[in-house]
């Protein structure tokens, strides 16, 4: 039998995971766009950080130049990682109670 402490702890981490999974459907649904080159190459991403498409101008193609593309791919993917990485830390101290403090948090998800 659990004392009313013990209950309370309970019911907030109940809470606490409820909103974890929250933030996480939240982060799965949406996609960040990372850019390089102007535009050149586009980089769409989940907030999870899951790669879902990666676009590149086909003027960049038809130049012919690998290690442009492959840098500009690179470049892309970087901004793309980066944005979504703010992102989930964003949610996450949404939904943790001690991130409140200033405390950093890891990359959990």
Do not use: Y
């Not at 109940?14 to 850019?35: C, F, W």
């Not at 442009?68 to 939904?95: F, N, T, Y």
């Amino acid at each position: 039998m659990l004392n009313p402490f013990q209950k309370m702890i309970e019911s907030q981490l109940q809470g606490v995971h409820r909103q974890m999974t929250d933030a996480a459907d939240e982060l799965r649904a949406t996609e960040i766009v990372g850019s390089a080159g102007g535009g050149a190459v586009k980089v769409t991403v989940s907030g999870l950080g899951e790669i879902l498409e990666i676009t590149i101008d086909p003027q960049v193609i038809a130049a012919g130049e690998c290690d442009l593309i492959q840098d500009l791919v690179c470049a892309g993917v970087r901004e793309a990682m980066r944005k979504a990485s703010e992102m989930k830390r964003a949610k996450l101290s949404e939904a943790l109670p001690l991130a409140g403090l200033g405390m950093e948090l890891p990359d959990i998800l």
